[in-house]
Antibody
Framework: EVQLLESGGGLVQPGESLRLSCAAS????????MSWVRQAPGTGLEWVSS????????YYADSVKGRFTISRDNSRNALYLQMNSLRAEDTAIYYC??????????????WGQGTLVTVSS | DIQMTQSPSSLSASVGDRVTITCRAS??????LNWYQQKSGKAPKLLIY???SFQGGVPSRFSGSGSGTDFSLTISSLQTEDFATYYC?????????FGQGTKLEIK
């Protein structure tokens, strides 16, 4: 059974940094691209970043480009999101999600339970 | 960036009703369209991928259709467990944008 478990969320002040982690199990981690998706309180889903299986490619939403860095450690089955220069608008639940590929298409077929990041002074 | 527009934003319906949610992309995304269900306080769950393919374990009352720019999610006979928020998502090109969501409520 695929399991994704996020950690590292918390309350930080604007301008500070935070590193989120996602521990993966139940599948061959290195074979799959992974993503971070966030959801601000009471709002919809926003894709944040993705990384390929061997970290060759990374992608970011414009809203976080230059401030957030996605990475992974396949030896530890772990996904990370380093978040710097945090802003109030980064306040959200952050989910990690596993890619599923089908006939060239992609979707997110497994999600963690999320970790809450609150940016406030 | 590709914009995804869902309609309606909210919908009241009764158990047993047939409901359809639509999603329009700002440009052609062929069939790179997914549908997710999110219940209150829970993570999203993949229902439909590649516009019309069922994720394992999804009841057959759910169906997806469309290609290009116009897509739909239909629930043929609503059950109480289907009341949730539904999101479409395109994965044709980065950023992989979501629709704003459709909240399905009990009438």
């Amino acid at each position: 059974e695929v399991q994704l478990l996020e950690s590292g969320g918390g309350l930080v002040q604007p301008g500070e940094s935070l590193r989120l982690s996602c521990a993966a199990s139940g599948f061959t981690f290195s074979n799959y691209a992974m993503s971070w998706v966030r959801q601000a309180p009471g709002t919809g889903l926003e894709w944040v970043s993705s990384i390929s299986g061997e970290s060759e490619m990374t992608y970011y939403a414009d809203s976080v480009k230059g401030r957030f860095t996605i990475s992974r450690d396949n030896s530890r089955n772990a996904l990370y999101l380093q978040m710097n220069s945090l802003r109030a608008e980064d306040t959200a639940i952050y989910y990690c999600a596993k890619y599923y590929y089908y006939s060239g298409t992609k979707s997110f077929d497994s999600w963690g339970q999320g970790t809450l990041v609150t940016v406030s002074s | 960036d590709i914009q995804m527009t869902q309609s309606p934003s909210s919908l009241s319906a009764s158990v047993g009703d047939r409901v359809t949610i639509t999603c329009r992309a700002s440009q052609s995304i062929t069939n790179y369209l997914n549908w997710y269900q999110q219940k209150s306080g829970k993570a999203p769950k993949l229902l439909i991928y590649a516009a019309s393919s069922f994720q394992g374990g999804v009841p057959s009352r759910f169906s997806g259709s469309g290609s290009g720019t116009d897509f739909s999610l239909t629930i043929s006979s609503l059950q109480t467990e289907d009341f949730a928020t539904y999101y479409c998502q395109q994965t044709y090109s980065s950023p992989y944008t979501f629709g704003q969501g459709t909240k399905l409520e009990i009438k």
